[in-house]
């Protein structure tokens, strides 16, 4: 648990010596180590560089790409804005459905996977797009979004 | 020193510091103009609108919101003009339908003639005007309470829903709420409008673009009374 502790601490001493006061920067950073925003450290972080914990939390809740539950080890994100709705955004979120079992904001039960829908990924020239694990998939058609999910599933499996 | 701008507000040309704001000045110079959202003593937030007012020439004009905009010079502004009424209405039958247990919200409806609500009651408990959150911070230094959640899901609260470390039950965020108050009928009541300190037609609004109507209440309206009681009257 000590070890453990000492860890949280030089995560968020080295954010805070990158990043300074910013809040959602920080925020990123500790979202990058724990995979989500777990609230003890959130309160520890308030303690630390002393920004009250309420714009901690309201910053928090306010991005969607920012959890405070655990996440799966691979994030999709399907955007649903206005040009990915129109050239067939539903339909990835669909074929999706059809492959892993799970809507948005639902996860695996193998905690793998988690879908989420955004509300614009910026990208609209290559609608339908997605994101999964950070990496930008554009012009999709429910088959790619097959390829690239299996293609993920082999490198788990192996 | 002081300087000192000259603007027009309702035809009546005045002076005012410069840096005020609209609302400010129509406030020192005896003008109500309704608000939800600012408190003085607290920074403007302009969120609620209701402090709409028409700024500019006819034809040329726009709607500001009076809590944010300082006095320029040569301004005109407008608190009471027909366009503005007819706005400040639709967003009175917009706060009824969003939460009918205020108070504060139904004397407003009553005051502006609001009498039908075409919108389905949500019965909430909250419009997210902000004076608490601003409250909390700006004067109790405290920072307990604030706004999580976004769009539709935005709400005021604690950080993780859990009672706040900093929070000293001071009670500010209560006594600045405008819909805390409940209504007279109590929370409970059916009826999303409850119009019963309904205030006359105002009748100056028919007659002319700018309504003066900044007398409180409007002795035109009296007036007009008397003249239809005449009128009716002779045989």
């Known amino acids: 648990m000590s070890k453990q502790l000492t860890d949280v601490e030089d995560v968020l001493e080295g954010a805070v010596k990158k990043h300074g006061l910013s809040v959602v920067p920080l925020l990123q950073e500790i979202q990058e180590h724990f995979r989500y925003l777990p609230e003890e450290v959130l309160r520890m972080l308030s303690r630390k560089t002393g920004i009250p914990l309420i714009d901690i939390y309201h910053a928090a809740t306010f991005y969607n790409s920012l959890s405070l539950t655990p996440?799966?080890?691979?994030?999709i994100s399907v955007c649903a804005g206005t040009t990915c709705h129109i050239r067939g955004g539903g339909k990835l979120i669909e074929e999706i459905f059809q492959l892993l079992g799970i809507r948005p904001g639902e996860i695996t039960s193998d905690g793998e996977f988690?879908?989420?829908?955004?509300?614009?990924?910026?990208c609209c020239a290559f609608a339908p797009a997605m994101v999964v694990d950070g990496k930008y998939y554009g012009n999709l058609n429910p088959g790619e979004v097959r390829e690239i999910l299996n293609a993920l599933r082999k490198k788990a499996v192996s | 020193m002081k300087i000192v701008v000259q603007m027009t507000l309702n035809g009546l040309r005045i002076d005012v510091d410069e840096g005020m704001t609209i609302l400010e000045a129509a406030r020192f110079y005896g003008m109500n103009i309704p608000t939800l959202c600012y408190l003085e003593g607290l920074s403007p937030y302009g969120a609620c609108r209701l402090c709409l007012v028409e700024i500019g020439m006819p034809g040329q004009s726009k709607l500001v919101t009076s809590c944010t905009y300082r006095v320029e010079e040569g301004l005109v502004v407008r608190t009471d003009s027909e366009w503005v009424i007819k706005r400040?209405?639709?967003?009175?039958?917009?706060?009824?339908?969003t939460c009918p247990s205020s108070k504060v919200i139904q004397d407003l409806a009553s005051k502006y003639h609001v009498t039908t609500v075409r919108f389905t009651p949500w019965h909430e408990d909250c419009i997210l005007c902000g004076l608490c959150v601003r409250?909390?911070?700006?004067?109790?230094?405290g920072k307990a309470i604030g706004f999580a959640h976004r769009g539709s899901n935005r709400r005021v609260t604690t950080p993780f829903d859990k009672e706040s470390?900093?929070?000293?039950?001071?009670?500010?965020?209560?006594?600045?709420?405008?819909?805390c108050q409940s209504r007279c009928q109590g929370p409970q009541e059916e009826q999303p409008v409850c119009n019963a300190c309904l205030n006359l037609q105002q009748p100056c609004l028919d007659y002319f673009e700018d309504k003066?109507?900044?007398?409180?209440?409007?002795?035109?309206c009296e007036l007009d009374a008397n003249r239809e009681v005449?009128?009716?009257?002779?045989?």
């Not at chain 1, 988690?114 to 910026?122: A, R």
């Not at chain 2, 470390?165 to 819909?179: I, S």
């Not at chain 2, 005449?230 to 045989?235: D, F, G, V």
């Open chain 2, 88 to 97: 400040r209405k639709m967003l009175i039958e917009l706060y009824l339908a």
């Open chain 1, 71 to 75: 996440r799966a080890r691979h994030q």
């Open chain 1, 114 to 122: 988690m879908l989420e829908t955004v509300n614009c990924l910026g």
């Open chain 2, 165 to 179: 470390e900093v929070c000293r039950l001071c009670g500010g965020c209560m006594y600045v709420c405008p819909a």
């Open chain 2, 230 to 235: 005449k009128a009716k009257r002779r045989p």
């Open chain 2, 135 to 141: 409250m909390c911070a700006e004067q109790m230094q």
């Open chain 2, 212 to 220: 003066m109507c900044f007398m409180d209440p409007c002795v035109a």
